[in-house]
T-cell receptor, first 110, second 115 residues
Framework: GQQLNQSPQSMFIQEGEDVSMNCTSSSIFNTWLWYKQDPGEGPVLLIA?????ELTSNGRLTAQFGITRKDSFLNISASIPSDVGIYFC??????????FGKGTKLSVKP | DAGVTQSPTHLIKTRGQHVTLRCSPI?????VSWYQQVLGQGPQFIFQYYEKEERGRGNFPDRFSARQFPNYSSELNVNALLLGDSALYLC??????????????FGPGTRLTVL
């Protein structure tokens, strides 16, 4: 079946740093999405991408839809403490369902 | 406007029991999807309903069933609970079904613990 590979699995950030994470797939997707999930909450949609090569921003967040349609990346600029959480990429499957990666956990450097 | 609501928030059951989880979509949304999220993993697709009909099903056993009501709310039923069914069950609503710009918005989930 379709699987999404997210990397890194976890990372530590210091306030003000830029963060980058990516997602790759063995299959082509026509839509890529990025969600953030805080503890005890459901995922919240951050950015949706609909065309290969598309680059979309939402505040300090920027995401790109890879031209092969098999990958996407998410950048966070000038991170702040409330950026901690788990970030998931998702591709839309043929049934309209979402196929998620395993997530990238962002934590604050001790 | 209210987002997606789910009830109950937490539930504890024992093996062999059955459970019913409920979801109310965002007003105006006609599609509801259910996902299972076990600890440390991303959500896994269980069902999608649109206009009261099942439109998609993930790789889950027949112990899992769902339905959508005329007001577009939905129930997820799980029979003969197993320890491995312990998870966060997420409901997501969207305006339609397969439209390309038709995004899914998630509720807070129901945390199910099976003992």
């Amino acid at each position: 079946g379709q699987q999404l590979n997210q990397s890194p699995q976890s990372m530590f950030i210091q306030e003000g740093e830029d963060v980058s994470m990516n997602c790759t797939s063995s299959s082509i997707f026509n839509t890529w999405l990025w969600y953030k999930q805080d503890p005890g909450e459901g995922p919240v949609l951050l950015i949706a991408l609909y065309k290969a090569g598309e680059l979309t921003s939402n505040g300090r967040l920027t995401a790109q839809f890879g031209i092969t349609r098999k990958d996407s990346f998410l950048n966070i600029s000038a991170s702040i403490p409330s950026d901690v959480g788990i970030y998931f990429c998702a591709g839309r499957g043929s049934q309209g369902n979402l196929i998620f990666g395993k997530g990238t956990k962002l934590s604050v450097k001790p | 406007d209210a987002g997606v609501t789910q009830s109950p928030t937490h539930l504890i059951k024992t093996r062999g029991q059955h459970v019913t989880l409920r979801c109310s979509p965002i007003s105006g949304h006609k599609s509801v999807s259910w996902y299972q999220q076990v600890l440390g993993q991303g959500p896994q697709f269980i069902f999608q309903y649109y206009e009261k009909e099942e439109r998609g099903r993930g790789n889950f056993p027949d112990r899992f069933s769902a339905r959508q009501f005329p007001n577009y709310s939905s129930e997820l039923n799980v029979n003969a609970l197993l320890l491995g069914d312990s998870a966060l069950y997420l409901c997501a609503s969207s305006l339609g079904w397969t439209d390309p710009y038709n995004e899914q918005f998630f509720g807070p989930g129901t945390r199910l613990t099976v003992l």
